[in-house]
Nanobody, 119 residues
Framework: VQLVESGGGLVQAGGSLRLSCAAS????????MAWYRQAPGKQRELVAA????????SYDYSVKGRFTISRDNAKNTMFLQMNSLKPEDTAMYYC?????????????WGQGTLVTVSS
């Protein structure tokens, strides 16, 4: 499984961006997917996660009500709609997939897409 993020960029505070994470390879083995972010000098943190069927989602308290995670399994793509962006949302955003192949469970990461929010 390979993951490629896109959609990052520079936006003013209060603006919106939509990130995409396109999966390829053995996509049928993908289970939970998630978005993480890492700001300069800080640890990588979980932003949002979504189950395989998209029926259950979870968010970090800092983005709840502003960000929405979703996935389109037919297109093997996960999204993160980010609204009301704040300067503190500035970070590199990564997508992660939990891949289960028989008894083997792996975490696959994308290369990241940079989000910069100006004040």
């Amino acid at each position: 499984v390979q993951l490629v993020e896109s959609g990052g960029g520079l936006v003013q505070a209060g603006g919106s961006l939509r990130l995409s994470c396109a999966a390829s390879g053995s996509t049928s083995s993908i289970n939970v997917m998630a978005w993480y972010r890492q700001a300069p000098g800080k640890q990588r943190e979980l932003v949002a996660a979504i189950t395989s069927g998209g029926g259950s989602t979870s968010y970090d308290y800092s983005v709840k009500g502003r960000f929405t995670i979703s996935r389109d399994n037919a297109k093997n793509t996960m999204f993160l709609q980010m609204n009301s962006l704040k300067p503190e949302d500035t970070a590199m955003y990564y997508c992660k997939a939990v891949v289960a192949i028989t008894t083997l469970v792996l975490e696959v990461w994308g290369q990241g897409t940079l989000v910069t929010v100006s004040s």
